[in-house]
């Protein structure tokens, strides 16, 4: 199970930008792929997962309305479109993957990617 990251970079409040997750060695249809961010000072924070079976989302009460995961099974990428960012969504952002079933603690994550670094300030 391989994993990595693309797509940070720095934008001012209000912008946007899409993660990538390129995955490798396994099939989405057999594992959940998580989004998880760190700040600086911070622990870990769950944002957001899509299942494996049905492509069923899932995003952290801060994220929701704002951030959007989705998946590319022939590529075998998968995406967090993040609009309206706040300088509270800096951080660095990995992917990471479980077996089948999306779960909201960042802990229950077997396999991890590098992150990429996402920095919102004006």
């Known amino acids: 199970v391989q994993l990595q990251a693309s797509g940070g970079g720095s934008v001012q409040p209000g912008g946007s930008l899409r993660l990538s997750c390129a995955a490798s060695?396994?099939?989405?249809?057999?594992?959940?792929i998580g989004w998880v961010r760190q700040a600086p000072g911070k622990v870990r924070e769950w944002v957001s997962c899509?299942?494996?079976?049905?492509?069923?989302?899932y995003y952290g009460d801060s994220v929701k309305g704002r951030f959007a995961i989705s998946r590319d099974k022939v590529k075998n990428m998968v995406y967090l479109q993040i609009d309206n960012l706040k300088p509270e969504d800096t951080g660095v952002y990995y992917c990471?993957?479980?077996?089948?079933?999306?779960?909201?603690?960042?802990?229950?994550?077997?396999?991890w990617g590098q992150g990429t670094q996402v920095t919102v300030s004006s």
């Open positions: 990471a993957a479980r077996q089948r079933v999306c779960n909201s603690d960042w802990l229950q994550y077997s396999d």
């Open positions: 899509i299942s494996a079976r049905d492509g069923t989302t």
């Open positions: 060695g396994f099939s989405l249809d057999l594992y959940a």
